[in-house]
């Protein structure tokens, strides 16, 4: 059984580009969750999807930030017009139903330019 | 969510048990204490769960006092292969039911096994 999966594993962007990290959850699970790694620093949460829905993106930025969990497909975290601050790590999880144990991909870095 | 603080640092050789202690004054009474570990340049890794008392697994153990305001994350016998940081995170979960969905990580204890 194949864990998270992130793509891509690096990725870099110079200012003003966008940015699409792709998650594709555990095999059966339903629930994604989406954080942020700042060097030296403690992951923290941006949003909760299930299929089709956003759940809570509370710790989401207002601006720029995006995410879907479609239907088909996997969950996309999208950065419109990347600045040098979120040059970060995302990290996706995934569960079964919430508050489950959450397992986590390998992360995608994102550097920006 | 309760807040935890816990060791930034430590070191141990290889062959010796470590044991990292985290504290959670404020945990509430719905508050399961979690632990996971984290490679550079990896996701972190559910090592254990636990509510009160004793829970082991194949990988560590949790003690956790009866005021449950502290934990302990015992690994025995350590090798090189455990150099990561431990996250200790305090807040409702479990296997069932309704709870928080957001984990909060601190900083975590960085753990550096030498030979």
């Known amino acids: 059984n194949a864990g998270v999966m992130q793509n891509p594993r690096h990725l870099v962007r110079r200012r003003g580009q966008e940015a699409r990290l792709r998650c594709s959850p555990m095999?059966?699970?339903?629930?994604v969750y989406w954080y942020r790694q700042l060097p030296e620093e403690g992951l923290k949460f941006m949003v909760y999807?299930?299929?089709?829905?956003?759940?809570?993106e509370s710790g989401m930025p207002k601006e720029r930030f995006s995410a879907e969990f479609p239907k088909e497909g996997p969950s996309i975290l999208r950065i419109q017009q990347v600045v040098r601050g979120d040059s970060a790590a995302y990290f996706c999880?995934?569960?079964?139903?919430?508050?489950?144990?959450?397992?986590f991909g390998p992360g995608t870095r994102l550097t920006v330019l | 969510l309760a807040k935890t603080t816990q060791p930034i640092s430590m070191d141990s050789y290889e062959g010796q048990e470590v044991n990292i202690t985290c504290s959670h004054n404020?945990?509430?009474?719905?508050?399961?204490i979690t632990w996971y570990q984290q490679f550079p340049s990896q996701g972190p890794r559910f090592i254990i769960q636990?509510?009160?008392t004793k829970v082991t697994n194949e990988v560590a153990s949790l003690f956790i006092p009866a005021d449950r305001k502290s934990s302990t994350l015992s690994l025995p016998r350590v090798s090189l292969s455990d150099t990561a940081v431990y996250y200790c995170?305090?807040?409702?979960?479990?296997?069932?039911?309704?709870?928080?969905?957001?984990?909060?990580f601190g900083k975590g204890t960085k753990l550096s096994v030498i030979p």
């Open positions: 999807l299930q299929k089709e829905n956003i759940i809570d």
């Open positions: 095999k059966g699970h339903s629930h």
């Open positions: 995170l305090v807040g409702e979960g479990g296997s069932s039911g309704a709870g928080s969905y957001q984990l909060t």
């Open positions: 636990g509510y009160k």
């Open positions: 404020n945990i509430a009474t719905n508050d399961y």
């Open positions: 999880a995934s569960s079964l139903p919430v508050s489950d144990t959450q397992y």
